[in-house]
Nanobody, 122 residues
């Protein structure tokens, strides 16, 4: 069982930055692939970024978001810059025992956090 807790969400103006954190329980954190997903109001949950020994970004995140992890702290981060109103969503952290390359979906993730809300004002 893995427990994930996201923090760092909030209200930010367009063009601003925000860093999300996801703290994970478990002694095998370093072996997990960790991903960030988001769900905007009225929309399906979508993949944002993933990291294990490689990193992969959704097109919407590439160049603006940076995913990283600190295995000593069992924490994964999502640094978001140049935020846009369309980035407004609940952001979820998730873990998986598998690495999916360029084909990530919520169905492939094993554990989820409860999410943290990011609101980008125009």
């Amino acid at each position: 069982q893995v427990q994930l807790v996201e923090t760092g969400g909030g209200l930010v103006q367009a063009g601003g930055s925000l860093r999300l954190s996801c703290a994970a329980s478990g002694r095998t954190f370093s072996s997990y692939a960790m991903g960030w997903f988001r769900q905007a109001p009225g929309k399906e949950r979508e993949f944002v970024a993933a990291i294990r020994w490689s990193i992969y970004y959704a097109e919407s995140a590439r160049g603006r978001f940076t995913i990283s992890r600190d295995n000593a702290k069992n924490t994964v981060y999502l640094q978001m810059a140049s935020l846009k109103p369309e980035d407004t969503a609940v952001y979820y952290c998730a873990s998986s025992s598998r690495w999916y390359g360029s084909s990530w979906s919520q169905d492939g993730m094993d554990y989820w956090g409860k999410g943290t809300l990011v609101t980008v004002s125009s």
